[in-house]
């Protein structure tokens, strides 16, 4: 019986999250989620106590599994193409779950639902990986003396701003389908302060490493 309460539970935030990334916050009800799941409306209120926690859990749950993609990133002697081993990772657990990244990063406008400072800790601290590792392509004079917490955001962002297009359909989305991308991801360390060939090399062998691992 214990199991199948916890798999009930983590079916609800697998519909919850699907639902509101495909129909919207409108969809989002105790009874459309009864009878995606074929059971009683008060499910919800029984695991979660009501909506908003429900989709507290869906954005957590896409936090945890995106932590899990990064930490799946082994660390090797060149930090440059562990940095791009990082974005390989973050790509690819945006695409594996489309519904759970957009929650993620795009709000739910579910009513009584507002991210809390532990919230946004959880996802500071789940992409703070992204940070340690520039610091050591500074430690390693790959890239300039900055506060490594500053390049960490520029990366973020570029590789938000890339994932987000991709699943809003505005360039191709896939995932494995690398093309001009590793030139954005040589600009960025060229960016950072190293030289122009080693970042292509790291670039290279990062997603050699990618594609040996699968």
Not at 129 to 148: L, Y
Not at 186 to 210: C, H, M, P
Request: charged residues 25%.
């Amino acid at each position: 019986m214990a199991r199948i309460r916890r798999d009930l539970r983590s079916q609800l935030v697998e519909v919850a999250a699907g639902l509101l990334a495909a129909e919207g916050p409108r969809s989002l009800s105790a009874r459309r989620l009864g009878k995606e799941l074929g059971t009683s409306s008060t499910t919800v209120y029984t695991h979660f106590g009501g909506m908003p926690e429900l989709v507290r859990e869906v954005m957590r749950e896409g936090f945890r599994r995106l932590g899990a993609e990064l930490a799946s990133v082994s660390r090797s002697d060149d930090p440059v193409a562990d940095v791009v081993g990082l974005i390989l990772a973050y790509r690819r657990a945006a695409h594996g779950a489309p519904h759970l990244y957009r929650v993620m990063f795009g709000g739910s406008e579910v009513a009584g639902f507002e991210l809390t400072d532990d919230d946004r800790r959880i996802g500071r601290r789940t992409l703070a990986v992204a940070r340690d590792t520039i610091q050591r392509c500074t430690q390693a004079g790959r890239f300039r003396p900055v506060e490594p917490r500053i390049l960490a955001h520029q990366l973020w962002c570029q590789v938000h701003g890339l994932v987000s297009l991709e699943l809003a359909g505005y360039r191709p989305a896939d995932p494995d389908d690398h093309g001009d991308l590793r030139h954005y991801w040589r600009s960025f360390a060229v960016g950072a302060g190293d030289t122009t060939e080693r970042a292509a090399a790291s670039v290279q062998s990062a997603l050699a490493n990618r594609i040996a691992a699968e």
